[in-house]
């Protein structure tokens, strides 16, 4: 009833993946190149069947560390989560390869939405197929990762209702600040990739100001290019008298824009201009036909402290919604390797850096 077979060719893969549920671009096939290019993430592009038609897709990531292999199905596998005989049988093809690939770990983080709204709060709200998901993967002994590589949290804004809807949904402060920007005389303008020296260059400051390590500028450079020269990727640039003061960066795939990168220089940060990008990149998303404008990020743990709290302040004025995902899960095929990679294996590289020291 079911085969699986490997997709060799860009667009059939593209095509077939904006047409499942739970698409992602971090398993489109741009995606899969980059991470092979720049950090030797080799992608295994897997195709589920029944009946001759495409149910599923996962763009599984192969990395090799001698003398260790991972596995990592980076916001995937894209398929409809709430038909159990299909994701047990993902589900069982996947743990058959990572134990045919002796791997320490398989670890998926699929977009799949476990509650919405804020824990605890009147509009917590659990979702019936990320609990069974999550529910399933416990059964068969998957478990919670400890390096949760992508957001498990995010605030997405439904981009149907009308623009003068979304304005008036933000709360009074997002919207005046909005206002402040366009009265100030703050522009926003579409990015190309001749921009980018001037992207990385804000980013670079911002990274400085607000204290979080970034990469090094190459990295950037060719994921900014490549996913831009694809159709992928677009920038949008606010700047005041000729001076760029901020950027964002929207990546776009199927029927969702994500804000993925944002970056402001120190300088007329008083003009407001974030607020209005963010009104100019849902406007932009919405122009293009999506209908979901993904924020990209939410905390962890919904208190003072985390880290995140600052920008999720920022990002709820726009008065989106609150989507907890089921996060990254790894399955170990071989449980005493992957407590020695996952415990071990750190403590000696730290006792090795600390002899060279």
């Known amino acids: ?4 077979e490997h997709i060799t060719h860009r667009d059939h893969w593209n095509n077939t993946l904006r047409s499942l549920p739970y698409a992602h671009i971090l398993q489109t096939w741009e995606w899969g190149e980059f991470k092979h290019k720049t950090t030797g993430w080799q992608p295994l592009r897997l195709a589920f069947k029944r009946a001759g038609e495409v149910k599923a897709l ?10 260790f292999k991972m596995l990592y199905v980076s916001k995937g596998p894209a398929l409809d989560y709430s038909d159990p005989e299909l994701v047990n049988f993902v589900l069982n093809h996947l743990q058959n390869l990572a134990r045919q690939q002796f791997a320490v770990w398989l670890k998926i983080d699929p977009d799949v939405v476990l509650a919405t709204g804020v824990p605890s709060e009147a509009d917590d709200t659990p979702d019936l197929t990320g609990q069974a998901f999550v529910a399933n993967l416990q059964a068969r002994g998957w478990r919670s990762s400890d390096d949760q590589i992508q957001f498990r949290n995010t605030i997405n804004i439904d981009l149907t209702p009308s623009e003068d809807e979304l304005l008036a949904a933000m709360s009074q402060n997002t919207r005046r600040k909005v206002r402040i920007a366009q009265r100030e005389g703050v522009t926003v303008r579409e990015g190309t990739t001749a921009d980018l020296l001037l992207l990385y260059d804000l980013y670079q400051q911002t990274g ?4 979080f390590l970034i990469r090094p500028r190459d990295y950037y450079l060719h994921e900014w290019r490549y996913l831009i020269d694809a159709g992928l990727a677009q920038p949008l640039i606010a700047e005041y008298n000729g001076k760029a003061l901020a950027h964002v960066i929207l990546f776009h795939f199927a029927r969702k824009c994500w804000y993925f990168y944002g970056a402001s220089s120190n300088e007329e940060r008083d003009k407001m201009p974030n607020y209005l990008l963010q009104w100019e990149a849902m406007r932009w998303a919405k122009a293009h036909g999506y209908v979901v404008y993904d924020m990209w990020g939410a905390p962890d743990e919904f208190v003072e402290s985390d880290s995140l709290w600052g920008v999720y302040q920022f990002k709820r004025g726009f008065r989106g919604t609150v989507t907890r995902h089921i996060g990254a899960w790894d399955y170990a095929p071989y449980p005493l390797l992957y407590k020695a990679y996952t415990e071990l294996y750190p403590r000696v590289l730290a006792w090795l850096r600390r002899q060279r020291r």
């Open 58 to 67: 996962a763009s599984v990531g192969v990395r090799s560390i001698s003398p």
């Open 208 to 211: 400085a100001r607000d204290g």
């Open 1 to 4: 009833m079911f085969t699986v």
